[in-house]
């Protein structure tokens, strides 16, 4: 049972070039998530998904797309990379299909950096 | 959307000394969860804490759901108990987890 998995852990990309963070969970949990940690901010959330072919928009999803074609997967999608999304990227899973109701399970994270 | 404030947001205790944590939050929750930030990054959920108190070992929690806040609790504390505490609450409904600032813990030999 690995829990929750994010790979790359790390990644520079230059300004303008696309890349998928994946995110990949074995506990068969319904709810996955996506948050951005940035220094002082705390961490925000950008996507999540409360099943298979189910997405939803977090607190700040401009810039990123994902889609959620199986349980295990989330991919998480830059689309044009910009240094602002320069950030610790973490993906988080859930049991509970209710995004308010579970405990919340982390990825390791990604570092991000953008050129 | 709801509002979550921690504090304090620094901390720094001698090794053996016991901490207490707050977190308030702007409205009522079907959810609050405390998470430890290890130096190296890893999030580790240390509560699920709707409301009640939980203790595992050392560390324990509080949550009054009805005043809005809740609070962690560090006894003896450990130079591996270094790093940032999150607190994170959701209202009802189908709405997600918002996180506090965290406090950031240092605990010195």
């Known amino acids: 049972n690995a829990g929750v998995t994010q790979t790359p852990k790390f990644q520079v990309l230059k300004t303008g070039q696309s890349m998928t963070l994946q995110c990949a969970q074995d506990?068969?949990?319904?709810?996955m998530s996506w948050y951005r940690q940035d220094p002082g901010m705390g961490l925000r959330l950008i996507h999540y998904?409360?099943?298979?072919?189910?997405?939803d928009q977090g607190e700040v999803p401009n810039g990123y797309n994902v889609s959620r074609s199986t349980t295990e997967d989330f991919p998480l999608r830059l689309l044009s990379a910009a240094p602002s999304q320069t950030s610790v990227y973490f993906c988080a899973s859930s049991y509970e299909r209710h995004v308010n109701t579970g405990e919340l399970f982390f990825g390791e994270g990604s570092r991000l950096t953008v050129l | 959307g709801i509002q979550v404030e921690q504090s304090p947001p620094d901390l720094i205790l001698q090794e053996g000394a016991n901490s207490t944590l707050r977190c308030n939050f702007s409205d009522s929750v079907n959810n609050l969860q405390w998470f430890h930030q290890n130096p190296w990054g890893q999030l580790i959920n240390l509560f699920y804490?709707?409301?009640g108190t939980k203790q595992n070992g050392r560390l324990s929690a509080t949550t009054v759901a009805t005043e809005r806040y809740s609070l962690l609790y560090i006894s003896s504390s450990q130079t591996t108990d270094s790093g940032v505490y999150f607190c994170a609450a959701a209202r009802s409904g189908n709405t997600p987890l918002v996180f506090g600032k965290g406090t950031r813990l240092s605990v010195i030999a």
């Open positions: 506990m068969n949990h319904e709810y």
């Open positions: 804490i709707p409301s």
């Open positions: 998904s409360v099943g298979a072919g189910i997405t």
